[in-house]
């Protein structure tokens, strides 16, 4: 009897009950085959179920403070509410830990690895982004010659919000010479009174210029007026604060912005604890129409010099820019002008030395991704305001797309010294990661 | 810090970042809210220029309310980080974004790179075009308003109803004028369109985009023709904003028809509010299709 029971379990039903196991098992994770509708569909509701259950634990909750609080004598634990309603913050929702994500499959599913991809620590990280920055020459420049080749810069930034009431933002420079933080503030955007405060490293808002990053300029260069003016990068920077309030009238946008800083810069020296730099800028703009607008800025600048613990310089500038871009034609057609004109009072021992110098810009979109650019230099030295260099450059502008830019400058430049330079610049710019939009 | 409600009859200022979420405010809040929008409906949302005077429309603003899902990433946090207003930040009780309780589609799964083109990771923010989104949009606009001027949350709820009885009237309407045309093959410009191709049972078969965000290339412009040709496609659907010589080139060739819808309220004269919206794209749709006899 016993071996004609082995003999129906290996020939009868039991191995085309197998089969059939194995075929209907098998069917499931063929239909499984992800449709991303339906996939987008599961996973919506699946917020939607969190969000739920969520929402009904705080419900939850809050009735039961409700009632803890309308009862005279707090000692009397409300006994009706639910348990989980004991504690006033609501309890975190248990996750669903999708199919296919670290830690799916374990009871409940377990929680994501230390230093996992998927930790929930990273979800508070910066915005990061890397710009890359190459520059290159040809032609003749005895004055000022330039490498074939070389790379300018990385600007690695990361930005962020650091609590309900500010910002943060870091800008790094990185190169072959090495690193530098060129801005490094926090912004306080929670305060009263039309009041906007910056803390740290940063550009100090002289005219326009100063704080334009190398990645937002049409330009491979900075104008003659920046780099005689500001030092040889063409921007100076330096720790300090800056308070900025808008001032509401009828009429336009009017901000007026006070800085103090260290006192140390590419422009500035302190040589005293108490020699500071101080600047102040004054902006109005005004729409002209949805298309067209018109920015106006006058700025001012002030701090010890290289030259003695009693000698200083001081700046001033005025700075206007106008816009028109058509709304319907944005991404295909725009136009900028600006123009900022500076003075430098340089205290010497010799007496002071008054310089004045200007740019004036045209940049206008020929295409989607053509751009085009005519600038005009004069710039006296602020040391030898009787030497004077002056400049034209042409410049055109590839966009493959909003990541990354390819630029050829034609630059005529004639330096005070009476030394002509014709040269052909040329740039690659490519961003990763995300960067933030710049102040308009 | 509680919430000042303002007083009894001064209007909420509210500032939307696009035409449509204001239309919508303005169903919602009636006479009780004074609703601006900073992007106009027929330019791109993507791209709009971070103007001084938007800060000032922020700084006075009560009720920030904004499409989310990084359509306005590129233009709106320098605006917010200057506003000088407290409540409209991000964390603030003063922010709406309107996309955390709708429908998103195209939620992407998976690695995404830029090579991709310019991809939204958190799904398509074009979602307004859905007339069950105009519904949950509206419904956190009234949640919203109601918390901010308690006293009024009855005349809101009223108003919220009555919007919701004419859409779900008109949405009958554009669905059975829509109904014999299910399954409509056709092409966009741009990927603006899922929500309002998914709502009315449209296919939409390529773009004439080759990837979200870049231009028109001549290597996709004749795959697209080919394709068109294949599954015999006429109704080529566009922005207004952008440029239709590449789409007039392709319907040349295939004997397609370019329309020009209105993406947002605004979008075209026509377009006023969110109900003209649709009637709009739906009738001119229609008229194309009986025009050019599609299938």
Same mark, same amino acid.
């Given at each position: ?31 499984? =085959? ?17 969000? /739920? ?76 982004? !890397? ?30 919000? !650091? ?66 003016? /500001? ?75 290289? !030259? ?88 055109? =502008? ?43 | ?46 791209? !709009? ?150 709502? /009315? ?95």
């Amino acid at each position: 009897m016993s071996s004609r029971n082995e003999r129906s379990w290996a020939t009868g039903w039991f191995p085309a009950a197998l089969v059939a196991m194995c075929v209907l098992s098998a069917v499931p994770v063929r239909a499984q =085959t992800p449709d991303p509708a339906a996939q987008a569909m599961r996973e919506e509701l699946t917020r939607l179920r969190q969000e /739920f259950e969520a929402l009904k634990q705080q419900n939850a909750a809050l009735e039961a403070r409700l009632a803890a609080l309308e009862t005279t004598a707090p000692a009397a634990a409300p006994p009706a509410a639910p348990a989980q309603a004991a504690p006033a913050v609501p309890l975190p929702t248990e996750a669903a830990v999708p199919a296919g994500a670290t830690g799916a499959g374990g009871p409940g599913g377990s929680l994501p690895v230390y230093g996992g991809a998927n930790l929930s620590s990273k979800v508070f990280n910066p915005d990061m982004a !890397v710009i890359g920055n190459v520059v290159g020459a040809a032609g003749k420049n005895d004055v000022q010659p330039s490498p074939g080749i070389r790379f300018d810069e990385a600007e690695v930034s990361f930005q962020s919000v !650091v609590d309900p009431y500010a910002r943060a933002d870091f800008f790094l420079g990185f190169s072959p010479e090495g690193v530098s933080l060129e801005e490094g503030y926090i912004t306080f955007t929670a305060l009263p009174a039309g009041l906007l405060m910056k803390v740290g490293e940063m550009y100090p808002q002289f005219g326009k210029i100063n704080t334009q990053h190398t990645h937002a300029l049409s330009w491979v260069d900075r104008p003659l007026v920046a780099t005689n003016f /500001f030092g040889e990068d063409g921007q100076f920077h330096d720790a300090g604060v800056s308070v900025s309030k808008l001032l509401l009238n009828p009429w336009l946008f009017l901000e007026a912005t006070g800085e103090v800083f260290s006192g140390n810069s590419s422009v500035f020296e302190s040589h005293e604890p108490d020699q500071l730099t101080y600047a102040g800028r004054l902006r109005g703009y005004r729409d002209l129409s949805d298309a067209a607008n018109l920015d106006i800025g006058t700025s001012v600048a002030y701090g010890h010099n290289d !030259v003695g613990i009693s000698y200083a310089t001081t700046l001033a500038g005025v700075d206007a820019t106008f816009r028109y871009r058509p709304l319907a034609r944005a991404i295909y057609r725009r136009f900028l002008a600006r123009t900022e004109l500076m003075w430098s009072r340089r205290g010497q021992e010799d007496g002071n030395a008054n310089a004045f110098g200007f740019y004036a810009n045209g940049d206008y979109q020929l295409a989607r991704r053509w751009f085009a650019s005519v600038r005009f230099d004069y710039a006296e030295r602020p040391g030898a305001p009787s030497l004077a260099d002056k400049g034209v450059s042409a410049v055109v =502008t590839y966009w493959p797309s909003e990541f990354s830019q390819i630029r050829g400058q034609y630059r005529r430049t004639r330096y005070a010294q009476q030394v002509t330079a014709n040269e052909f610049l040329f740039q690659f710019q490519f961003s990763i990661g995300a960067h933030g939009a710049h102040v308009f | 810090m509680m919430a000042m409600a303002p007083p009894a009859r001064a209007a909420i200022k509210v500032v939307a970042t696009t035409e449509d979420l204001a239309a919508l405010v303005q169903e919602v809040g009636g006479d009780r809210v004074q609703v601006e929008a900073l992007a106009r409906g027929y330019q791109d949302p993507h791209f !709009v220029e971070p103007k001084p005077s938007f800060i000032l429309k922020l700084h006075g603003a009560d009720l920030l309310v904004v499409v989310g899902r990084e359509l306005e990433i590129g233009w709106l946090p320098p605006l917010i980080t200057q506003a000088r207003n407290s409540r409209i930040q991000q964390s603030g009780d003063r922010y709406l974004d309107a996309s955390l309780t709708a429908h998103i589609l195209e939620i992407p799964t998976g690695e995404i790179t830029r090579a991709m083109g310019d991809v939204h990771p958190l799904g398509n923010p074009h979602y307004w075009l859905s007339p069950d989104n105009g519904r949950l949009i509206a419904r956190a606009i009234q949640k919203k308003l109601s918390e901010i001027a308690p006293t009024d949350a009855a005349y809101f709820a009223q108003r919220y109803a009555d919007f919701d009885r004419r859409l779900a009237d008109a949405e009958k309407r554009w669905t059975a004028a829509m109904a014999p045309y299910k399954g409509l093959k056709v092409v966009t410009y741009h990927r603006s369109w899922p929500n309002f191709t998914d709502g /009315f049972g449209l296919d939409v078969i390529g773009y004439v985009e080759p990837k979200p965000g870049i231009p028109p290339s001549p290597s996709h412009t004749l795959e697209l023709i080919q394709e068109m040709k294949r599954q015999q496609v006429k109704i080529i659907i566009m922005e207004p904003y952008f440029d239709s010589k590449t789409p007039d080139a392709i319907a040349r060739d295939t004997g397609a028809r370019v329309i020009v819808l209105a993406p947002s309220v605004g979008g075209q004269k026509e377009a006023t509010d969110y109900f003209k919206l649709f009637e709009y794209d739906v009738n001119t749709l229609i008229t194309a299709i009986k025009e050019t006899g599609a299938k």
